[in-house]
Antibody
Framework: QVQLVQSGGGVVQPGRSLRLSCAASGFTLSNYGMHWVRQAPGRGLEWVAVISYDGSNKYYADSVKGRFTISRDNSKNTLYLQMDNLRPEDTAVYYC??????????????WGQGTLVTVSS | DIQMTQSPSSLSASVGERVTITCQASQDIRNDLNWYQQKPGKAPKLLIYDASNLETGVPSRFSGSGSGTDFSFTVSSLQPEDFATYYCQQYDSLPLTFGGGTKVEIK
């Protein structure tokens, strides 16, 4: 069955870096666009970034552009989010999500379990 | 960016009631709209895709309609397990955007 298992969250000081991972199984990762979505405590969902099936196209929310980098290693069936120069407002639960069709955007039919990132001094 | 205005932000309803949530896009998004359910501490779950298509395995009491800028989501007969927060999401253009959410609580 399809699974997205996340790792890499934690507490980090402002200005520091953190890398999130999302290990995929049960489907061919290289066929699908993948996204990161976050949710600040008590708030709604916010889209963060997308990467195309082959990694050739990447797009970011303005709030993270220039600080976050989405990447993937299809040989390892893993999606990444490198987060640099973190700010307190980046504190959130981060989810990876799979697009339901072979496209960059669409419905998110599978989600990771979420990982909490806390940015605090 | 496309703004998604979802209403109401919260509602109280009884088991068995019919509940409708609306979502309005700031520009034409055709039928590029999805609906998700989220329970506390859990990842969102896809219920409706492409405005009106029921995701596999989702009960038929959930439905969606609309196109262009105005969309609605209905639970025909609310069940105890349906008390949750619901979000619309457009994927017509990047950045993808979500509505603010509707929290459905027990009356």
């Amino acid at each position: 069955q399809v699974q997205l298992v996340q790792s890499g969250g934690g507490v980090v000081q402002p200005g520091r870096s953190l890398r999130l991972s999302c290990a995929a199984s049960g489907f061919t990762l290289s066929n699908y666009g993948m996204h990161w979505v976050r949710q600040a405590p008590g708030r709604g969902l916010e889209w963060v970034a997308v990467i195309s099936y082959d990694g050739s196209n990447k797009y970011y929310a303005d709030s993270v552009k220039g600080r976050f980098t989405i990447s993937r290693d299809n040989s390892k069936n893993t999606l990444y989010l490198q987060m640099d120069n973190l700010r307190p407002e980046d504190t959130a639960v981060y989810y990876c999500a799979k697009v339901s069709r072979i496209a960059v955007a669409g419905a998110f039919d599978y989600w990771g379990q979420g990982t909490l990132v806390t940015v605090s001094s | 960016d496309i703004q998604m205005t979802q209403s109401p932000s919260s509602l109280s309803a009884s088991v068995g009631e019919r509940v409708t949530i609306t979502c309005q896009a700031s520009q034409d998004i055709r039928n590029d709209l999805n609906w998700y359910q989220q329970k506390p501490g859990k990842a969102p779950k896809l219920l409706i895709y492409d405005a009106s298509n029921l995701e596999t395995g989702v009960p038929s009491r959930f439905s969606g309609s609309g196109s262009g800028t105005d969309f609605s989501f209905t639970v025909s007969s609310l069940q105890p397990e349906d008390f949750a927060t619901y979000y619309c999401q457009q994927y017509d253009s990047l950045p993808l955007t979500f509505g603010g959410g509707t929290k459905v609580e027990i009356k």
